[in-house]
């Protein structure tokens, strides 16, 4: 059995599956099957390999954040004033718990993170950098970008072959 670990050699028919889906992860065997023209067994026993490989780490739904009331979407550059490893350990720990961070990274350059956040409006982004945020132990600097529009969202990841 291999395990997330181990790299899978992918042929066409893995990378097909996984273009599918990304489009539609709801899809049933049965369809994916059919459209990869294979037996509903190897659709079912090749996605399982792509799963227990890593290749497919989960399946979410994707969610309206504005029907949500989440009408503020900002991105945030935090820098960190030291670069001691037990700070930016609590600092990177104390923002991947919060709910509003929708993304997290680690960056180089003028600032350490970069935040993707969710937030109902400018209250709401207020309180997060002014309670949530600049209190974090570490915190020098901290800068904002409203988001006017997202010209392109996407989780699709592009795969090589299709």
Sequence with gaps: ML???QVLELDETDRAILATLQQDANISNTDLA???HLSQATALTRVRRLEQTGYIRRYVALLDREKLGYGMLCYIHVSHR???RDELDE???AVGAMPEVLECVFVTGEF???LK???RDQKDLGQFILAK????RGVARVNTSLVI???KMTTAVPIAGT
């Design 149 to 151: 529009d997202e010209i």
């Design 112 to 114: 350490d993170l970069l």
């Design 82 to 84: 030291l670069h001691q």
């Design 117 to 119: 956040v969710a937030l």
């Design 133 to 136: 945020l600049t209190p974090l």
């Design 3 to 5: 395990r997330s670990s």
């Design 91 to 93: 600092l990177r720990n």
């Design 34 to 36: 059919r459209r990869m």
